[in-house]
């Protein structure tokens, strides 16, 4: 194990306590939404979203407490998706980091109800005065958090996932989308999400416009590489498997950078992607080396 | 038409066009994901809720700006409520307002996420520096109304419901609820909303925490008030068409205060609610007329 993947599991072994601690709040009772919340949120994922808010804001002398906070209510927002995006009606998975999906686990009424009741208990910690003492820097995070998961954000980008599918067409045959169309969808789908890890840490410890600016488009290139080491992966998982440069992902019509351009040329945007990611960093000198790090994990995923 | 109604209606006007400056700023383009969040909140409904919040504002001098703003975010969470609750997997029901409703007029899908894009463009709009100039105050409103919706309030009131009706025992009857469990029950699911409503104008007026407490009460009474003139409509609307005195509701188990207590005792109670809501708002005279009609509307509905 590198130094960087022991101290993103450290990262995730503070996280899931505390992420334990606001649903235990945020419930009245252990019934069945708290469950099914629960299911959805603890017991596993690297935890790469809220390890990036925690190192970006130590760039600016924020205290854990304030990132710890800010950084689960991201992580709540992701585990909504996840929840929502694995229903019935949207990609019907069945397994979820090799557990059920909480609609199989527990049943669609109540995956939808604890999605939403995830994606509304973000919002409640980030306003909330121990996140930050000052109102306006909270209502900046939640207005930021808010952009980067709604119509604008990541709630299209699955909504143009979905429609490259074919799903939405008379024939139900998939789109064929260009490189400009995948980067567009994608930097909805999943780089929002990091982007605001990224710049979170900006707006707790009142960095200047430019350092926000630039985290931003740091978020945004480690959202690029994440995605297209994932779609690699599937590709090259098939490949091994199938003996021929078609992924599932191919079959199924999504919309990823290795059908639009090719294997070849999606490896070598990911390589674009991690040098900017790096680059943009650099003013920082050593102490963005948890972030140089985290970019380029997520751009040389094996799994 | 009372001059009540007329007043309600005219508020309606100005809350509609609003709503729709909202959406269109909140997506990137007119897309399907607009179109379905359009559906879902645009061109119907009385508008009580905003009614409330912009009526409550004026005893505090709010703006009409700042209380129509906080009082379509309250919207967009109740317009999402009713698209997810729609939903197959939820309530199942092909009709709202007389039209389709969104995962009939497009597909559980984009229902599904255009429900969310609301509730989160709810909580974008609450942050905006164009609502409140303070900062804690737009936080004071997020955190407020997350509460409200969220798993301590209206997603805990829905999940009760759905297991009042035998959703997730293991013979999937009904269970017989008393009085306490129902108020419980229908304060979480829709009286959450009608609190919100209320104490919202004090919040953005910066009002006393005597005043807040006594409009928050005045909302939880008048929400009762609503949900009871609800349930008993649906005891008679059937005992006029099927001579006896069950309902639909009662045959579906839902969780009502006619079917715990009978249909007597339930219209005293309504009564009491109404007398609570009235008596609440005496110590602002004249000007809390509104509230007083507003209680008195939703209590006294013939639809």
């Known amino acids: 194990m590198t130094a960087f993947e022991t101290d993103l599991m450290a990262v995730a072994g503070r996280v899931e306590p505390a ?3 606001l649903l235990a709040a945020a419930t009245p009772e252990p019934g069945r939404v708290h469950a099914a919340m629960a299911h959805a949120v603890l017991g596993g994922g690297k935890r790469l979203r809220p390890y990036i808010v925690i190192k970006s804001a130590d ?9 710890m906070r800010t950084a689960c209510a991201l992580e709540l927002v992701h585990c909504y998706s996840l929840v929502h995006d694995d ?3 949207m990609d019907d998975d069945a397994l979820r980091r090799g557990r059920p999906t909480v609609h199989r686990a527990f049943d669609e009424a109540t995956a939808i109800l604890a999605g939403d009741a995830l994606l509304t208990l973000a919002f409640e910690v980030l306003a909330d005065p121990a996140t930050h ?5 909270r209502a900046a995070l939640v207005a930021e958090l808010a952009k980067a998961a709604g119509a ?3 709630v299209e980008g699955q909504m143009r996932d979905l429609t490259a599918e074919g799903r939405f067409s008379d024939d139900g045959r998939p789109l064929a989308l260009g490189e400009e169309d995948v980067l567009a969808l994608q930097g909805m789908k999943t780089g929002a999400l990091f982007c605001f890890a990224a710049t979170a840490g900006a707006i707790l410890g009142g ?3 430019e350092d926000r600016a630039r985290l931003s488009r740091y978020g945004a290139a480690l959202g690029r590489a994440f995605q297209i080491a994932d779609d690699l992966l599937d590709e090259e998982a098939d490949s091994a498997a199938m003996g021929k440069e078609t992924g599932k992902d191919r079959e199924a019509g999504k919309a990823t950078l290795p059908v639009a351009i090719g294997i070849a040329a999606a490896r070598r945007r990911l390589g674009a992607a991690l040098g900017e990611a790096r680059d943009l960093v650099t003013v920082f000198g050593s102490r963005a080396d948890a972030l140089t790090a985290a970019a380029d994990f997520a ?3 094996s799994s």
């Open 133 to 137: 003492p000052a109102g306006a820097v």
């Open 299 to 301: 751009g040389n995923r």
């Open 207 to 209: 960095a200047s416009e």
């Open 152 to 154: 604008a954000g990541m």
């Open 19 to 21: 992420l334990a601690d």
């Open 87 to 89: 229903l019935p009606a």
């Open 59 to 67: 760039l600016f002398g924020v205290s854990e407490a304030q990132a």
